[in-house]
């Protein structure tokens, strides 16, 4: 079975310092994906990243980042020079298909409070 | 573009009724998804269309049917609420540009059974 764990349930950050979010995954599976999703205090979802399990390059998208290591089970998420704006829950999960289902797994969640 | 729409956005239901979650999407995607997210929790899949027609079970199918009849719309059905179903719903809709998905969220239902 797959497990995602996101160890940090809060973080509080001052604006303008970065912070990375911690996603650690289990899966048996050698093809899998990763996603990171935002909630911001509105409630909406945001989708933010996929990332397939074969590629292990680091990934940046303007102030954030994503950085996948295998070797340990983990894909990390950094904001660079953090805003108000990234206040938000994070989510971190991970996916994997079997005959007649479509096994998406996510972590609880790391509630990120951006202080101006 | 609307982009993904969910009808209603609140309801309250009491337990052993039915009701139907309408979503919509209007950006021609092949993937619609249903989840459910409890109160200060993460989100769970409850079903997955990869297309019209096809549908298959996530981590929690159990008391939901769902129908995909075209390409625009995911349906989900409570056939008999429970409280335990007292939820906020969500239905996305996904793209898979070069490799590279994204997805899109509709707003949410906010179900509450009573």
């Known amino acids: 079975a797959q497990k995602v764990t996101q160890a940090q349930t809060e973080i509080s950050v001052v604006e303008k310092e970065d912070v990375t979010l911690d996603c650690v995954y289990e899966t048996r599976d050698t093809t899998y994906y990763l996603f990171w999703y935002k909630q911001p205090p509105s409630g909406e979802l945001v989708f933010l990243i996929r990332r397939n399990s074969f590629d292990e390059q680091n990934e940046i998208s303007g102030r954030y980042s994503w950085n996948f290591q295998k070797s340990t089970s983990s894909f990390n998420f950094t904001i660079t020079a953090s805003q108000v704006v990234d206040s938000a829950v994070y989510f971190c999960?991970?996916?994997?298909?079997?005959?007649?289902?479509?096994?998406?797994?996510f972590g609880k969640g790391t509630k990120l409070s951006v202080i101006p | 573009n609307a982009g993904v729409t969910q009808t209603p956005k609140f309801q309250v239901l009491k337990t052993g009724q039915s009701m139907t979650l309408q979503c919509a999407q209007d950006m021609n995607h092949n993937s619609m998804y249903w989840y459910r997210q409890d109160p200060g929790m993460g989100l769970r899949l409850i079903y997955y269309s990869a297309s019209e027609g096809t549908t298959d079970k996530g981590e929690v199918p159990n008391g939901y049917n769902v129908s995909r009849l075209n390409k625009r719309e995911f349906s989900l059905r409570l056939e008999s609420a429970a409280p335990s179903q007292t939820s906020v719903y969500f239905c996305a809709s996904s793209e898979v540009d070069r490799g590279r998905e994204t997805q899109y969220f509709g707003p949410g239902t906010r179900l509450l059974v009573l």
């Open positions: 999960a991970t996916y994997r298909a079997g005959a007649g289902s479509y096994q998406l797994t």
